[in-house]
């Protein structure tokens, strides 16, 4: 009989679960249409996302229009009346193409998620194995420090820290970042959610290290740092996959709040965050500059969130990872006797 | 269970401190400048940023500084240096706002979390169950802004049904203080409705597999019965954990977005327009504010457990 791995059992159970295909598609998609900015901004915009085309006219269907109108109000979708030019109309006073910025902003936004994820999963594997792995005080030291961060309201958090770095940048030593970075953001959402998963994971390792196999490693001498990487990590990878699935959406959901509160990215770059705080100031004229990105990111985080909760199932049916969007999660962690 | 609740509290108390420290560092060692030239203010004399300097205790060592700042908040002394108001009262004075928007929002969330949690689990795989689980992905996948943003423009201005946002005080007209409040309720309520009912829904399908339901059903007791009494009292449980604790964080200043969008000048909405002007202080006392209720709620919820579950106050968990 062919036998089969844990992995392929996985594939296989995830290829019949038609739901999380569909929203893997869907977000496959999205990142295409954010990667394809550039080719839509010269090939068909002719123009970048922080041109600004104030006092512009454009010929819509054979008729000459403004691009933004003298009380102020921009021009809305004219579609591909323009050639392609403000397909999406134009984002307020400045006239920027609101379909180039929408394509540009997604890179953002989407780069965010990602790195931020990143941040976190590296961050929260690092010290869930350090403190199920070695338990005792740098148990205890890790643990309580999670506690503290875990503490604070994850808007508060991400709002004190984007605002206190918002003033100077940050500085460690050689590295330096700039106040208007897109790192900021990044490392923010990084940090802010590391508990969310470091917790889990240290109970995960704690439990596993009482398994026969770390036994075997340790009696053949193997080091920690072996038994670490070669005989725990490989065991968490079903888990952390499907946190860094999650992950990702949470983060986007906060890097729009945050840029929406003016503590997140900071002009001029954009995401779809800073996109809805600017046209929701002009809700009442304009409201699709509020509703565009937002759908944007109802989509992505929904592929997302679909799509982990599938591969969720496909990876360990029985598992009940659980990521929350906001502070709060709390999982009565089992502690060995 | 006494000693437990006084470990629990003191615990707390260390918490709170460890807390108070970072939010310190965050403000007074992580900005890149001057914190005296910041709170004085851009056209400050070098006599004022001097000024500040002494009264804020700059020129002091770090312990000493935070020291000052601890006794300028818990005496109620904290200025806004934009507005140069007191701290604490703007903080005081958004307080019943926030808890008429918490505790509306979380009696929603909680009802329907519940009834959509249960109905979803009884008709697993059917269509109420499908059309369910996609409404609270999509509630969970919403910016909540975002949402907020939408029902004013479609309710409030499209469709003239609901006021366009402010506070009404409950003791002046408890009739307004309603109506201004049921779109900050919804919009608070939809995201925790999308969880609760999906964590209940996977809580209550993994419960229906248990013995004890098993033996409820051989005593022949009615499959309501047996749902309503056994499975979902059961798979309750960690959904009160839940609560107690995004009901700290929502207090403490999870809502500020919905505070800020319907105008409803809460605590949240004081904390988003100190953002706006860089007003350091209020933000401080506003992240300590929020982190006291989602420490206090932590323990509340901890001391509750113990006392329903004697393993925990005498067993492995407090090593």
Same mark, same amino acid.
């Given at each position: 009989m062919k036998s089969r791995s844990p992995w392929r059992i996985a594939y296989r159970r995830l290829r019949s679960n038609r739901v999380a295909l569909a929203a893997l598609g869907l977000f496959v998609a999205i990142v295409v249409f954010v990667l394809a900015a550039p080719l839509w901004a010269n090939e068909v915009a002719h123009t970048g996302p922080n041109a600004t085309h104030t006092v512009e006219k454009i010929t819509v269907d054979g008729e000459r229009r403004d691009v933004v109108s003298p009380d102020g109000t921009p021009i809305g979708p004219v579609w591909l009346g323009a050639d392609g030019r403000?397909?999406?109309?134009?984002?307020? &006073?400045? /006239?920027?193409?609101?379909?180039? &910025?929408?394509?540009?902003?997604? &890179?953002?936004?989407? $780069?965010?998620?990602?790195?931020?994820?990143?941040? @976190?999963?590296?961050?929260?594997? /690092?010290?869930?194995?350090?403190?199920?792995?070695? &338990?005792?005080? @740098?148990?205890?030291?890790?643990?309580?420090?999670?506690?503290?961060?875990?503490? $604070?309201?994850?808007?508060?958090?991400?709002?004190?820290?984007?605002?206190?770095?918002?003033? /100077?940048?940050?500085?460690?030593?050689?590295?330096?970042?700039?106040?208007?970075?897109?790192?900021?953001?990044?490392?923010?959402?990084?940090f802010v959610y590391t508990p969310y998963m470091a917790r889990p994971i240290r109970g995960e390792v704690l439990a596993l290290r009482e398994k026969e196999f770390v036994e075997a490693a340790v009696a053949q001498g193997a080091g920690p740092l072996r038994v670490m990487f070669g005989e725990l990590l490989p065991n968490l990878w079903s888990t952390?996959?499907? $946190?860094?699935?999650?992950?990702?959406?949470?983060?986007?959901?906060?890097?729009?709040?945050?840029? $929406?509160?003016?503590?997140?990215?900071?002009?001029?770059?954009?995401s779809w965050g800073t996109m809805i705080s600017g046209g929701y100031e002009l809700i009442y004229s304009a409201p699709l500059l509020t509703i565009i990105p937002g759908v944007m990111i109802l989509l992505t985080v929904l592929s997302l969130n679909v799509f982990g909760d599938g591969l969720r199932d496909a990876l360990d049916p029985k598992s009940k990872v659980e990521l929350e969007a906001h502070a709060g999660t709390f999982e009565p962690e089992e502690e060995p006797v | 269970m006494a000693r437990f609740a006084v470990r629990r509290l003191a615990g707390m108390v260390l918490v709170l401190f460890a807390i108070s420290v970072i939010v310190f560092l965050i403000f007074n060692v992580i900005p890149n400048s001057d914190p005296a030239q910041r709170i004085a203010g851009k056209n400050a004399t070098p006599q004022l940023v001097a000024n500040v300097t002494e009264e804020w205790g700059f020129d002091e060592p770090l312990p000493g500084q935070y020291l000052t700042t601890m006794k300028l908040i818990?005496?109620?002394?904290?200025?806004?240096? +934009? +507005?140069?108001?007191?701290?604490? %009262?703007?903080?005081?004075?958004?307080?019943?706002?926030?808890?008429?928007?918490?505790?509306?929002?979380?009696?929603?969330?909680?009802?329907?979390?519940?009834?959509?949690?249960?109905? +979803?689990?009884?008709?697993?795989?059917?269509?109420?169950?499908?059309? #369910?689980?996609?409404?609270?992905?999509?509630?969970?996948?919403?910016?909540?802004?975002?949402?907020?943003?939408?029902?004013?423009?479609?309710?409030?201005?499209?469709?003239?049904? !609901?006021?366009?946002?402010?506070?009404?005080?409950?003791?002046?007209?408890?009739?307004?203080?309603?109506?201004?409040?049921?779109?900050?309720?919804?919009?608070?309520?939809? #995201?925790?409705?999308? !969880?609760?009912?999906?964590v209940l829904r996977s809580n209550m399908l993994d419960a229906m597999n248990e013995d004890y339901v098993r033996t409820?059903?051989?005593?022949?007791?009615? %499959?309501?019965?047996?749902?309503?009494?056994?499975?979902?009292?059961? +798979?309750?449980?960690?959904?009160?954990?839940?609560?107690?604790?995004?009901?700290?964080?929502?207090?403490?200043?999870?809502?500020?977005?919905?505070?800020?969008?319907?105008?409803?000048?809460?605590?949240?909405?004081?904390?988003? %327009?100190?953002?706006?002007?860089?007003?350091?202080?209020?933000?401080?006392?506003?992240?300590?504010?929020?982190? !006291?209720?989602?420490?206090?709620?932590?323990?509340?919820?901890?001391?509750?457990?113990?006392?329903?579950?004697?393993?925990?106050?005498?067993?492995?968990?407090a090593q």
């Amino acid at each position: 009989m062919k036998s089969r791995s844990p992995w392929r059992i996985a594939y296989r159970r995830l290829r019949s679960n038609r739901v999380a295909l569909a929203a893997l598609g869907l977000f496959v998609a999205i990142v295409v249409f954010v990667l394809a900015a550039p080719l839509w901004a010269n090939e068909v915009a002719h123009t970048g996302p922080n041109a600004t085309h104030t006092v512009e006219k454009i010929t819509v269907d054979g008729e000459r229009r403004d691009v933004v109108s003298p009380d102020g109000t921009p021009i809305g979708p004219v579609w591909l009346g323009a050639d392609g030019r403000f397909f999406l109309g134009a984002d307020g &006073r400045l /006239g920027r193409d609101e379909m180039v &910025r929408l394509m540009y902003g997604g &890179r953002t936004s989407l $780069f965010i998620g990602l790195a931020a994820a990143l941040i @976190t999963t590296l961050l929260a594997v /690092g010290l869930g194995l350090l403190a199920g792995y070695f &338990r005792g005080w @740098t148990d205890a030291v890790i643990s309580r420090l999670l506690d503290v961060i875990w503490a $604070f309201p994850v808007i508060l958090l991400g709002i004190a820290l984007g605002t206190a770095l918002a003033v /100077g940048g940050l500085q460690i030593g050689p590295l330096s970042i700039s106040s208007g970075s897109i790192w900021i953001p990044i490392l923010i959402i990084g940090f802010v959610y590391t508990p969310y998963m470091a917790r889990p994971i240290r109970g995960e390792v704690l439990a596993l290290r009482e398994k026969e196999f770390v036994e075997a490693a340790v009696a053949q001498g193997a080091g920690p740092l072996r038994v670490m990487f070669g005989e725990l990590l490989p065991n968490l990878w079903s888990t952390i996959i499907v $946190f860094f699935t999650l992950n990702i959406a949470n983060n986007m959901l906060l890097e729009a709040a945050l840029s $929406f509160l003016g503590a997140g990215v900071q002009p001029p770059n954009s995401s779809w965050g800073t996109m809805i705080s600017g046209g929701y100031e002009l809700i009442y004229s304009a409201p699709l500059l509020t509703i565009i990105p937002g759908v944007m990111i109802l989509l992505t985080v929904l592929s997302l969130n679909v799509f982990g909760d599938g591969l969720r199932d496909a990876l360990d049916p029985k598992s009940k990872v659980e990521l929350e969007a906001h502070a709060g999660t709390f999982e009565p962690e089992e502690e060995p006797v | 269970m006494a000693r437990f609740a006084v470990r629990r509290l003191a615990g707390m108390v260390l918490v709170l401190f460890a807390i108070s420290v970072i939010v310190f560092l965050i403000f007074n060692v992580i900005p890149n400048s001057d914190p005296a030239q910041r709170i004085a203010g851009k056209n400050a004399t070098p006599q004022l940023v001097a000024n500040v300097t002494e009264e804020w205790g700059f020129d002091e060592p770090l312990p000493g500084q935070y020291l000052t700042t601890m006794k300028l908040i818990f005496t109620g002394q904290l200025v806004s240096y +934009s +507005s140069q108001l007191n701290v604490d %009262e703007q903080i005081w004075e958004g307080v019943p706002a926030t808890l008429s928007l918490c505790i509306g929002a979380a009696v929603l969330w909680m009802s329907f979390g519940i009834l959509f949690g249960y109905l +979803s689990a009884v008709k697993a795989g059917r269509l109420t169950d499908r059309a #369910l689980t996609v409404l609270a992905l999509v509630g969970i996948s919403m910016p909540v802004f975002w949402l907020a943003a939408i029902l004013l423009y479609y309710l409030t201005f499209k469709v003239q049904l !609901f006021p366009s946002g402010g506070y009404v005080p409950l003791t002046e007209n408890p009739l307004d203080w309603a109506y201004h409040l049921v779109l900050p309720w919804i919009t608070l309520a939809v #995201l925790f409705v999308g !969880f609760y009912s999906r964590v209940l829904r996977s809580n209550m399908l993994d419960a229906m597999n248990e013995d004890y339901v098993r033996t409820a059903r051989a005593k022949g007791l009615g %499959e309501r019965r047996v749902r309503v009494r056994h499975v979902l009292r059961n +798979s309750l449980i960690p959904i009160v954990t839940l609560f107690g604790l995004d009901f700290g964080a929502v207090v403490g200043g999870g809502a500020i977005l919905v505070e800020s969008i319907f105008n409803l000048g809460g605590v949240g909405q004081y904390a988003a %327009e100190s953002i706006a002007n860089l007003d350091l202080p209020p933000i401080m006392a506003v992240t300590l504010f929020g982190a !006291f209720f989602v420490v206090l709620f932590n323990t509340l919820v901890d001391i509750a457990y113990a006392y329903l579950d004697p393993r925990i106050r005498l067993g492995t968990s407090a090593q």
